[in-house]
């Protein structure tokens, strides 16, 4: 009994490390560049959306287009970004090696919107007309000023809280000042002759004097 026990042991111990070993020969490391293929001129399309297919995963190119994943062979990796016409490309499930390497390039993508038609005022002075022509109501003053009261408008500023749109916003900016002034010290205002000057006319102005 102690035999067959031990021998069952074994066995599952091989089937386990088989099928990690199976897996990982499934397993590689998908990188590439993804540039712009509209023009003679290739240059980078930076923040491509890189998903696998059916899977919920991905990652997304840097600032010079460079991208890095790990895949399995025959998944189908799907690049997108805004502008540009989706493009699909599926991973050869005959591969040898555990690295693939690819150039992606994308055409952009025209999008049509519909027509507008502005209809303005037929002149100023009629749009100055019907201006002063407006009935505001004390309590809509009241609360107009309520609204734009500096208190108010701090307040909202430290209570709502930021979206994914303005945190991308926000990231895209920190790294494109980190790319504009990489391999130099970026520049101090006191060596800047307009904030200088800035500095001198509110001097001259008496911006700094104590107001009672």
């Known amino acids: 009994m102690k035999y067959l026990l031990t021998a069952c042991l074994l066995l599952s111990f091989a089937a386990t490390a088989l099928q990690a070993q199976e897996t990982e020969r499934q397993l590689l490391q998908f990188s590439g560049m993804v540039l712009d293929g509209g023009d003679e001129q290739l240059y980078p399309v930076?923040?491509?959306?890189?998903?696998v297919k059916d899977k919920g995963r991905g990652t997304y190119s840097d600032f010079k287009g460079f991208f890095s994943i790990v895949v399995e062979k025959g998944?189908?990796?799907?690049?997108?970004?805004?502008?540009?016409?989706?493009?699909e490309f599926k991973?050869?499930?005959?591969?040898?090696?555990?690295?693939?390497s690819i150039v992606q390039l994308m055409t952009q993508d025209?999008?049509?919107?519909p027509e507008t038609v502005?209809?303005?005022w037929?002149?100023?002075?009629?749009?100055?007309?019907?201006?002063l022509a407006m009935d505001v109501t004390p309590e809509l003053q009241e609360r107009a000023m309520q609204n734009l009261a500096n208190e108010t408008l701090s307040r909202m500023r430290n209570e709502v809280i930021t979206d994914g749109k303005e945190n991308a916003s926000y990231y895209m900016r920190q790294q494109s000042r980190q790319y504009y002034y990489i391999g130099q010290q970026p520049p101090m205002n006191i060596f800047n002759p307009v904030a200088w000057k800035k500095f001198f006319d509110a001097w001259k102005n008496g911006d700094f004097k104590k107001k009672n």
């Open 46 to 51: 930076p923040y491509t959306n890189i998903l």
């Open 75 to 87: 998944d189908v990796i799907v690049f997108s970004a805004i502008g540009y016409k989706t493009v």
């Open 91 to 100: 991973i050869s499930e005959k591969l040898t090696e555990d690295r693939y």
């Open 110 to 113: 025209v999008i049509n919107l």
């Open 118 to 120: 502005v209809f303005p």
């Open 122 to 131: 037929p002149s100023r002075d009629y749009f100055k007309l019907e201006f």
